[in-house]
């Protein structure tokens, strides 16, 4: 038994990094009766030119933080439900330095569930697999709705508590929430920074590709539409207080997916096959490095009836495409070029 839910005017928080985008894209493409309002505060990882072509009437764009208590009050009032993709998503960086990680991904999901219950507003939380913490690589477990968190980096322990703020609030104050935790994405406009547009981007550039310890971690890997229409679903359907794992039965050990990364990236360069073979360098490993993430989806397969719908082939061979085809993207993102973007359509100083 499901509870549909018709928003007619959403906030999507993080609307322009990577998966946050492809979900406006999607609700823009899908639902053009529902107005969307892009909530991002545009750090590093947040790119307006993500959504620039379908800014307008249907889709506006607000600069701001989540952590800003009064933006929301402000803006919340008049809208049915908040997507909340906002985060910092970086495993390396929240390693480096998990302050922002504490601050946005709790600090700002607390806000925001405050503004929330304030305004009787529905909300549904992105998260991933990565709060499970992780599996052994021979252990033929897969990650439930029911495994107990143990998250192991600041990164997913931030997520992790976020989830548990989301719980809180619905069994509390009775707020109408919903959780999905995701495997890893990959697809068009994903920051350069995680392993697929990095390695697509070194190959094509001659550098060298980073594999961390002995490429032997294994992760799910799902094409962002599929996510966005996983989302979609929950949202719609879905039951509230429920939490629904998303994943794409589709796990790959680092280093096959580099060597189906190089082959793809060769053969469309029209270079030799395998010729960026010889790219491949071991570096020194990430600390608390998770060895396999898992996800098991049947409950929303069997509940929902969302399966992925992209072949892994298919997909990584759409995505290498996309970055060489969309080169201009991925060059103003790594010379910084596009944090203008903001400054030339709002003509900021
Ligand atoms: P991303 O880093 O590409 O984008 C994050 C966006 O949030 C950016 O646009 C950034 O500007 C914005 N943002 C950051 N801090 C903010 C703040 N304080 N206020 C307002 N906006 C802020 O991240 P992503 O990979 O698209 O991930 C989106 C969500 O999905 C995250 O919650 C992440 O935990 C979750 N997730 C990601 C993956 C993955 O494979 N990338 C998998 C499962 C779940
Ligand atoms: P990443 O894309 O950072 O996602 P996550 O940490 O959420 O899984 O990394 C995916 C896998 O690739 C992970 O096992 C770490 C590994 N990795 C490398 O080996 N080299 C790299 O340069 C990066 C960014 C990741």
């Given at each position: 038994m499901t509870?549909?839910f018709i928003p007619k005017?959403?906030i999507?928080?993080?609307g ?8 406006v894209?999607?609700?823009y493409n ?13 750090t590093?990882?947040g790119n307006?030119?993500?959504?620039k ?16 208590a009064?933006?929301?009050?402000e803006?919340v ?16 960086n929240?390693?480096?330095n998990?302050?922002p990680f ?11 569930l ?11 939380h ?9 599996l052994a ?14 998250p192991?980096?600041?990164?997913s322990?931030?997520?992790a ?9 619905h069994r ?21 920074e995680k ?8 190959i ?12 032997q971690?294994v992760r799910?890997?799902l094409?962002?539409?599929d996510?966005?229409?996983a989302?979609d ?6 039951k ?6 998303i994943?794409?039965?589709n796990?790959?050990?680092n280093?096959?997916l ?8 060769d ?6 096959e395998g ?27 069997e509940e929902?009836?969302w ?13 290498v ?6 080169q201009?993207?991925i060059?103003?993102?790594?010379s ?5 973007c903001?400054?030339?359509m709002?003509?900021?100083?």
């Amino acid at each position: 038994m499901t509870d549909a839910f018709i928003p007619k005017n959403i906030i999507v928080t993080g609307g322009c990094g990577f998966i946050g985008s492809n979900f406006v894209h999607y609700v823009y493409n899908n639902h053009p009766d529902v107005h969307i309002t892009v909530l991002d505060a545009l750090t590093y990882a947040g790119n307006l030119e993500n959504i620039k072509p379908i800014l307008g009437d249907r889709v506006e764009f607000v600069h701001g933080n989540i952590c800003d208590a009064q933006l929301l009050d402000e803006l919340v009032p008049g809208h049915d439900a908040i997507v909340h993709y906002a985060a910092e998503s970086h495993n390396d960086n929240s390693i480096a330095n998990p302050e922002p990680f504490v601050k946005t991904n709790v600090e700002g999901t607390f806000r925001l569930l405050e503004a929330a219950r304030k305004y009787d507003v529905r909300f549904h939380h992105i998260s991933t697999d990565e709060v499970y913490g992780d599996l052994a690589l021979d252990d033929p477990a897969k990650f439930t709705e029911e495994t107990p968190y143990h998250p192991s980096s600041p990164y997913s322990s931030t997520k992790a508590s976020s989830d548990m703020l989301v719980r809180a609030w619905h069994r509390t104050y009775g707020l109408r929430t919903t959780i999905s935790n995701c495997s890893n994405n990959y697809g068009p406009y994903q920051f350069p920074e995680k392993l697929i547009p990095l390695f697509i981007n070194n190959i094509r550039n001659d550098r060298p590709l980073p594999v961390y310890g002995k490429g032997q971690n294994v992760r799910d890997w799902l094409y962002v539409e599929d996510h966005a229409r996983a989302i979609d679903l929950i949202f719609h359907e879905g039951k509230i207080a429920e939490t629904y794992n998303i994943g794409g039965f589709n796990e790959w050990k680092n280093i096959d997916l580099i060597k189906v990364i190089v082959k793809t990236v060769d053969r469309l360069l029209g270079r030799p096959e395998g010729a960026s073979e010889k790219l491949i360098t071991y570096v020194a490993d990430r600390a608390g490095h998770d060895l396999r993430y898992a996800i098991d989806s049947t409950k929303l397969k069997e509940e929902l009836g969302w399966e992925p719908t992209l072949q892994f082939e298919e997909g990584i061979e759409k995505t290498v495409r996309w970055y060489l085809h969309n080169q201009k993207w991925i060059d103003n993102v790594t010379s910084g070029e596009y944090q203008r973007c903001y400054q030339d359509m709002y003509n900021q100083k």
